[in-house]
């Protein structure tokens, strides 16, 4: 499970598109460029290590494929933030709750400073400079030069879709900082659902289904429904690619016990994950073909104003539900 996906990836992959940049992707071969050696290995035998554990998580890169486009995106520092270390308060079947806890530190830290979580204040990581950055085995070679602010690499001018299923992709970073290291994906099939919304509600198992496709991947979900909770919660299921889930009902219950504010949010992702020791930390590679269904809870209504609330409700703007 990832940090980055725990707090941001998986869930703001509902957010649109992002807009087409050629003037700042800088990753886009022009012609001139020689050809990317083809990723080394087999795409049925090569290693692929999975994922990073929160705790040594310094970055991640991943492979997208969205409904209708597919984009490159990562970044890595040289530490890991505190509160992406979320700890597991509860797991059942292929699931597990992970609920975000807020350090504290008295007087509070500086701008370029984190809280840990013994109340110290250290350092916030900071943004690498990895060299340019390649993808190979995609339908066209990807070179990526960080992009200022932040040492972010990414590309949005891919064609969709940019990979086949059962295609061997690696990544290679120079990283003149903290030397050359490379990850490896495999394509995976576009992740079809027959259901665009999911409906959950207490006391009932939650079933998800998709259309299953044969290889190394597996699907994972990721939905929250706190979102403007102190400690919001995250639900995280890990499946085989056999076209069914479930979230048993205690995951249900124990989610909708942390709280219900905000619009829920979701995610259904074929991947795979691969992952290379860099500067100290962990860094990883997603490939995936990832869905992002309406997500609604039973008993419970998102609001922007008053108008979304039933007759007799009020819309509490500041958390977003109908009380």
């Known amino acids: 499970m990832k940090a980055q996906l725990i707090l941001s990836l998986l869930l703001l992959a509902a957010c649109p598109a992002p807009a087409l940049d050629t003037d700042t992707d800088t990753d886009t071969d022009s012609g001139t460029s020689e050809p990317l050696d083809p990723p080394e290995g087999d795409a049925a035998t090569v290693e692929l290590a999975g994922d990073c554990a929160l705790t040594d998580h310094y970055g991640e890169f991943t492979i997208s494929d969205f409904d209708t486009y597919t984009v490159v995106d990562g970044a890595v520092t040289n530490g890991v933030v505190p509160v992406t270390i979320t700890p597991e308060v509860s797991a ?3 699931c597990r709750l992970l609920v975000r806890n807020n350090p504290f530190c008295e007087g509070g830290c500086a701008p370029d400073e984190t809280c840990d979580f ?4 250290l350092p916030y990581p900071e943004a690498q400079d990895l060299g340019q950055v390649t993808v190979a085995g995609l339908r066209v070679d990807v070179r990526m030069d960080p992009v200022q602010p ?9 064609p969709h879709p940019a990979f086949e299923a ?3 992709l690696q990544l290679r970073a120079d990283s003149a900082e903290d030397g050359a290291f490379d990850l490896h994906g495999i394509g995976v099939e576009p992740l079809v659902m027959p259901a665009s919304e999911w409906l959950m509600a207490r006391g009932v198992d939650m079933q998800v289904a998709w259309t299953p496709a044969a290889g190394r991947a597996h699907v994972q979900l990721a939905m929250r429904i706190d979102q403007h909770g102190a400690s919001p919660a995250t639900v995280f299921c890990d499946f085989d690619d056999d076209g069914n889930g479930t979230i048993p009902a205690a995951i249900v219950d124990d989610l909708i016990d942390a709280g219900v504010t905000g619009f829920p949010s979701g995610s259904l992702s074929r991947r795979t994950v691969d992952n290379a020791q860099t500067g100290g930390g962990c860094v990883d590679l997603i490939t995936q073909s990832q869905r992002t269904p309406s ?12 108008d979304d609330c039933p007759e007799g409700l009020t819309c509490d703007t500041v958390n977003q539900v109908c009380e």
């Open 92 to 94: 059942e079947g292929d």
């Open 150 to 158: 932040g040492f972010r690499y990414f590309n949005t001018s891919l």
């Open 295 to 306: 997500v609604r809870v039973s008993g419970f209504t998102p609001c922007n104003s008053q």
């Open 118 to 121: 013994d109340g110290i204040c």
């Open 166 to 168: 059962g295609d061997l």
